[in-house]
């Protein structure tokens, strides 16, 4: 299974990705909504364990409130500058800046409340046989301007 370092949200932005994720499986009924937990992917990693010190991005942040659809992905944008720094450190990349929803282009618009908190997390993934498993391996919160 392939690792991924991410971001984890603060609880109310969690809240409102999901709140708004349960309305779209709902109304669509792709699985695709329920499939990954509320993060942001910085990328592909050989990583087991977190690295001792990475940059916290800038804090607090805004999320565009209307999602995009780009490489197979439904997500809401998050501009590039805010993660590179942390990319760069981690030495990862991945496609675009954002928090996934799903894999259904859908118009969709909405405000999701600034991000004020980080956690660094190893996320593991799978898709086998038409089900994603995923699990967080290990996490630890960022502080702003600390690395």
């Known amino acids: 299974m ?10 109310a932005t969690r809240t409102a990705v999901n709140c708004l994720r349960t309305e779209l499986f709902q109304s669509t009924g792709d699985r695709s909504f329920r499939s990954l937990p509320p993060c942001i992917i910085l990328g592909e990693t050989e990583a087991t364990t977190l690295p001792p010190a990475v940059p916290c991005p800038s804090l607090p942040f805004e999320i565009g409130k209307k999602a995009i659809f780009k490489e197979g992905f439904l997500f809401f944008p998050i501009e590039g500058h805010i993660l590179q720094p ?62």
């Open 2 to 11: 392939p690792n991924f370092y991410c971001l984890l949200l603060p609880q």
């Open 86 to 147: 942390i990319r760069n450190q981690l030495e990862v990349s991945y496609p675009f800046s954002g928090i996934i929803l799903g894999k259904s282009d859908l118009q969709i618009e909405r405000a999701i409340p600034f991000v004020n908190d980080l956690r660094l997390a190893l996320l593991e993934y799978k898709e086998s046989q038409g089900l994603t498993l995923w699990r967080i391996l290990a996490e630890k919160h960022l502080q702003k301007d600390k690395g």
